[in-house]
Structures are given as structure tokens and as C-alpha cells.
């Protein structure tokens, strides 16, 4: 079984930055963190949980429209560790960070990650 512990979220006003950081510790059977497509969701109070970007085994990242051009998602295999730069943050951004895990490749939909953390609180104020 996977861990996944997020980190980084705080209160920051729009127009500011925030990097938050996924550490998984454990492994899932036959795999090692390098094999790993992780993700980041977000849930706002009232609304569902959104996709917000993932980056597969190989590299390979995808956005959603909403924060494309403003977040990065990176991963170092070293600190069995995921980031999300967040840049220009909005106002509508403010939620519920949560980071995720499945094998190997990438998805938009929550469904299809095994492993789940607590989350991070990314509150931005106009």
C-alpha cells in the first residue's frame, strides 16, 4: 500500500505562489515510485472534486484548461516526491489539494487512482 502525505498549502493572495509537494512512501506490489502516474485534484466546499494536472511514468504532464500556462506539475524519483508550482493563483483556485496515485500512466479521472492523501488547504484572497 502507497501513502501519500501532501504538504505546502496556505493562504496567499491572488496574483501569489504556492509549491505543494506529494511524498509516497510504501509501494504497491511490482512497482517502484519512477513507475507511478500521479495526479492532483482539487474540491472546492459545495463543488466536486476537479482534475487539476497529472504526470505519468515517462515525463509526460497534462493540464486542466483552468490552470494551464499558470502550474507546473513535476516529479523527482529520487525523494519519491510530486510537485505543483502554482503561479498566478486566482481567487477560484482556493480548495482542497489532493494528490493521487495509479500505475504507470495518467488520467483525468479520479476513478481510475488506487491512492489517495489527506489533501492541502490552498486558500487565495482577492
Known amino acids: 500500500q502507497v501513502q501519500l502525505v501532501e504538504s505546502g498549502g496556505g493562504l496567499v493572495q491572488a496574483g501569489g505562489s504556492l509549491r505543494l509537494s506529494c511524498a509516497a512512501s510504501?509501494?504497491?506490489?511490482?512497482?517502484?515510485?519512477?513507475?507511478?502516474?500521479l495526479a492532483w485534484f482539487r474540491q472546492a466546499p459545495g463543488k466536486e472534486r476537479e482534475f487539476v494536472s497529472a504526470?505519468?511514468?515517462?515525463?509526460?504532464?497534462y493540464y486542466a484548461d483552468s490552470v494551464k500556462g499558470r502550474f507546473t506539475v513535476s516529479r523527482d524519483n529520487a525523494k519519491n516526491t510530486v510537485y505543483l508550482q502554482m503561479n498566478n493563483l486566482k481567487p477560484e483556485d482556493t480548495a482542497l489539494y489532493y494528490c493521487a496515485r495509479r500505475a504507470y500512466g495518467s488520467s483525468p479521472n479520479a476513478a481510475d487512482y488506487t491512492d489517495w492523501g489527506q489533501g492541502t488547504q490552498v486558500t487565495v484572497s482577492s
Open positions: 510504501g509501494r504497491a506490489p511490482g512497482l517502484t515510485f519512477s513507475n507511478y502516474g
Open positions: 504526470i505519468s511514468w515517462n515525463g509526460n504532464t
